[in-house]
């Protein structure tokens, strides 16, 4: 019996997080479909310190990059401050989001399923 109290009191606390999640996911921001790139290059310089250091190479380039058609698309975003890059990374949040609530789910209803096993095993009608 201490078991289930356990899963009850789990499964609340999961149906706590779960509603505050979706007050978020139920308010999105601008979005854009893609994940965000950051990218350091080398330049065109053969005398230029990034040829010398890997470290210091130039950058950081934030590119977005989605399938189209079945290919990888990379696009130039600019500074990771840009308008871009910030509703790209809302879409990558939002996607976070979601995953994160089906795994919530999942765990929900193992829970539930455990419970109810544990009636059936003892023939309990509470």
Same mark, same amino acid.
């Given at each position: ?11 609340s ?24 790139v950051?990218q350091?290059?080398?330049? !065109? ?56 609530? !089906? ?24």
């Open positions: 019996m201490e078991k289930v109290s356990r899963w009850r009191q789990r499964i606390q999961l149906r706590r997080i779960r509603g505050l999640l979706e007050n978020r996911l139920m308010k999105p921001k601008a979005m854009r479909v893609g994940s965000v950051r350091y290059m080398f330049c !065109g310089k053969p005398s230029c310190v990034c040829h010398r250091d890997a470290q210091k190479k130039h950058g950081p380039y934030y590119y977005l990059s989605s399938k189209e058609e079945g290919k990888s698309r990379y696009k130039y975003l600019g500074k990771a401050t840009s308008p871009e890059v910030e509703r790209a990374q809302n879409y990558q949040g939002f996607q976070r989001g979601i995953a994160r609530l !089906g795994k919530i789910h999942r765990e929900v209803i193992d829970l539930l399923w455990k419970i109810g096993k544990g009636k059936m095993e003892k023939g309990d009608a509470e």
